[in-house]
């Protein structure tokens, strides 16, 4: 079988132009994502390998998920049909096999040989409360059901084989962790740090509780997953993986987790959170440490992606002519919601924010145009709002609504204002929008040279 990894897709990336590799010396405390930040202001976003990490015998590749085009190349479309592919493959359910053996185990540490100071693990921006692991896909069980669940949770470096996890009250890891808390039972838990991108844009989806994000991996990687069985725990893992951590989590075990730079850009508070104890490292002899920028766009479309599939099957039911959905980077990708449609009724676009708001509780403003207006491009949609939208009619406020706890402007936990806008023509008798005949066929870079 192929088996996709993380190494396939960077060979891939890099025929596409997409990976620059750096050999200087780099410090994981601060100096590698200092290189990301600097990019991002000159709007330059390759996905890194850092070969030659001080602290660490491994390289660490991040950035990976930093623009929509690589994306796309993880997934096998063209970027212009990322949001459509992505919907089609989340549904096809490929089953994960399990086999004997893999490359994530060809070293297997356990005991003392457990040290995760020996890891690359990042300090990202500069009021973290200390070094973290970003790109953990953490497997559990449903106690109750057997089911697998996967999400992408962040863990601080607390010591040689502690460390933290964040659990979202709305994570259905939370939920099951309850089931193990009640009865008083260590929870088993296995963290996948690096795999391909299509693994980790599965595993992220949006679905139900009892599903098993192993098989949306399936679909989205175009083949199933191979598994083997971790060392430590009753649990199953990639086996093209670079490194697993496992280890449990001990009812009552509670520790201060964060501040930490977030999707929002600005930093989450501190709370108690529980304490995971690893008790195998498991990795392939010379593992590539995958890493994801906090508070930046990596971070940013890499959760956002999936969203955006819910969003547009939920808005389906109310308009069957959506022509796609986008969350801006500008919006960190779920607090804005772009939706462009064609229009055939008036005051269809209130009830698609409605949907968009039903689907999503982390949207906060959604602004629905017509189809001539292109929703990657935040100035088109700000000129939609500033020519076509009638305020006083179509923009609309729901005061005290649930939102997400890390927005800023939050209240009472996760309480926030939410807006609406419809910013579509009225069907009848608006002004047509200015254009210049032939334009289309003009070649610029025989005229003006490239
Ligand atoms: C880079 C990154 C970091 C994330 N960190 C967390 C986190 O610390 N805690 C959390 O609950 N969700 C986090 N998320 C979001 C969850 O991974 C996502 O909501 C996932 O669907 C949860 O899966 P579950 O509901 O099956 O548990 C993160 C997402 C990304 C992309
Ligand atoms: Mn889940």
Do not use: W
Request: glycine residues 8%; proline residues 6%.
């Amino acid at each position: 079988m192929a088996n996709k990894d993380l190494r396939s897709f960077l060979k891939t990336a890099k025929e596409a132009g997409e990976v620059v590799e750096i050999n200087k010396p780099f410090s994981t405390n601060f100096e590698i994502p200092a290189v990301i930040s600097k990019a991002e202001e000159e709007k330059k976003y390759p996905a890194l390998i850092f070969n030659n990490v001080k602290e660490s015998d491994m390289p660490v590749v991040t950035n990976v998920f930093a623009t929509r085009k690589r994306l796309a190349i993880a997934l096998g479309c063209e970027e212009a049909n990322l949001n459509a592919h992505y919907r089609v493959c989340e549904d096809k359910r490929i089953k994960p096999v399990l086999v004997d053996n893999g490359p994530v185990q060809e070293v297997v540490l356990t005991g003392d040989d457990v040290d995760l100071t020996k890891l690359p693990i990042i300090k990202h921006n500069e009021k973290d409360a200390g070094p973290y692991i970003t790109c953990g896909a953490g497997v559990v069980k449903d106690p109750e059901t057997g089911c697998r669940n996967i999400g992408v949770y962040r863990h601080e470096l607390y010591g040689k084989n502690k460390i933290g996890i964040h659990m979202a009250e709305v994570s259905h890891v939370n939920y099951i962790y309850g089931k193990y808390a009640a009865k008083g039972k260590k929870m088993p838990i296995a963290i996948t740090i690096g795999h391909h991108p299509a693994f980790y844009l599965g595993v992220l989806s949006f679905v139900p509780v009892g599903v098993d994000e192993y098989e949306v991996a399936g679909g989205l990687l175009g083949e199933p997953l191979e598994l083997v069985k971790c060392k430590t725990v009753d649990l199953e893992v990639p086996a093209f993986a670079e490194i697993v951590l496992e280890g449990y989590i001990e009812p009552g075990e509670l520790q201060m987790e964060a501040p930490f730079g977030e999707f929002t850009t600005c930093y989450g508070k501190a709370h108690e959170y529980p304490v995971v104890t690893v008790t195998a490292i498991t990795m392939r002899k010379k593992p590539l440490y995958l890493d994801c920028l906090s508070g930046h766009i990596d971070h940013m479309l890499l959760g956002g992606t999936g969203r955006l599939s819910v969003i547009y099957k939920t808005i389906r039911l109310a308009c069957p002519t959506v022509k796609d959905v986008f969350m801006p980077p500008s919006g960190c990708c779920r607090l804005v919601c772009y939706v462009s449609i064609k229009k055939r009724h008036e005051g269809e676009a209130k009830n698609i924010i409605g949907a968009v708001f039903a689907s999503d509780p982390f949207v906060k403003y959604v602004v629905v145009v017509d189809d001539d207006v292109n929703i990657y491009d935040d100035s088109a949609v700000i000129r939609a709002i500033a020519t076509r939208l009638h305020p006083e009619e179509n923009a609309f406020m729901i005061k005290n609504a649930k939102g997400h706890p890390l927005d800023p402007t939050a209240y009472n936990g996760y309480v926030v204002t939410k807006i609406g806008i419809d910013a579509t023509k009225p069907l009848k008798g608006f002004p047509d929008t200015v254009s210049v005949p032939g334009s289309e066929d003009i070649d610029l870079d025989e005229l003006l040279g490239k």
